[in-house]
Nanobody, 118 residues
Framework: QVQLVESGGGLVQAGGSLRLSCAAS???????????MGWYRQAPGKQRELVAT???????NYADSVKGRFTISRDNAKNTVYLQMNSLKLEDTSVYYC?????????WGQGTQVTVSS
């Protein structure tokens, strides 16, 4: 199997920045099958929503709400994906989940809380 371990969440004031990291570990051939990695978030009472994704080749996709503020990147050698979050807003407060798609299998991290205060 594949395990995803997130880090980097926390409390930040509006306008501030945070960087999330997610490292994949586990069975090598399953890790190598992962093409797309990304971040999703879920606020209380709301559905989980896509934040950003990146393919192994580096193609990216962002939710409109984070374009120009968030940057997703990936280190394939370290099996790690990052999310640089700048100009954070109150509405960015959520639990952020790392996701990896390997073949037809979706892997999820345990989530990390990001809280933006005024």
């Amino acid at each position: 199997q594949v395990q995803l371990v997130e880090s980097g969440g926390g409390l930040v004031q509006a306008g501030g920045s945070l960087r999330l990291s997610c490292a994949a570990s586990g069975i090598i051939f399953k890790i190598l099958s992962i093409n797309t990695m990304g971040w999703y978030r879920q606020a209380p009472g709301k559905q989980r929503e896509l934040v950003a994704t990146i393919t192994r080749a580096g193609s990216t996709n962002y939710a409109d709400s984070v374009k120009g503020r968030f940057t997703i990147s990936r280190d394939n050698a370290k099996n790690t994906v990052y999310l640089q979050m700048n100009s954070l807003k109150l509405e960015d407060t959520s639990v952020y989940y790392c996701n990896a798609l390997g073949g037809s299998t979706n892997y999820w991290g345990q989530g990390t809380q990001v809280t933006v205060s005024s």
